[in-house]
């Protein structure tokens, strides 16, 4: 698997990925390194954290790798890889398996 930047993955996520609406990837900071267009990269990245947190809060002996949230009209996803995490807003019921894998393969494009 070819190494690219964080922009690069994340363009390629967008046009390969009809469920994701909206993604940011972060560094192991929590700094915003990628967005979509027209999204506030900062408030996913704490949307992240915070889920992370409380993901954490619930399992102290485990590391947290996947977090979904299924909202009324929305689902959040967050996917951690070895050095960055994935933020993604989809509509409300997608094929999670499917938007995981993706998010995933993003991640791992950026790691290799």
Request: charged share 30%.
């Amino acid at each position: 698997m070819r190494r690219v930047d964080a922009g690069e993955a994340l363009d390629e996520l967008s046009r390969l990925s009809d469920e994701i609406r909206s993604a940011a990837i972060v560094d192991a900071a929590g700094s915003v390194v990628a967005q979509t267009p027209g999204v506030d990269g900062r408030r996913l990245a704490r949307t992240a954290a915070e889920l992370l947190e409380v993901a954490a809060d619930v399992d102290r002996a485990r590391a947290v790798a996947r977090i979904e949230v299924r909202l009324t009209e929305r689902t959040v996803f967050v996917v951690r890889g070895s050095s960055h995490a994935a933020i993604a807003t989809t509509a409300a019921e997608p094929p999670a398996a499917l938007v995981v894998h993706d998010l995933r393969t993003c991640l791992a494009r950026i790691d290799a």
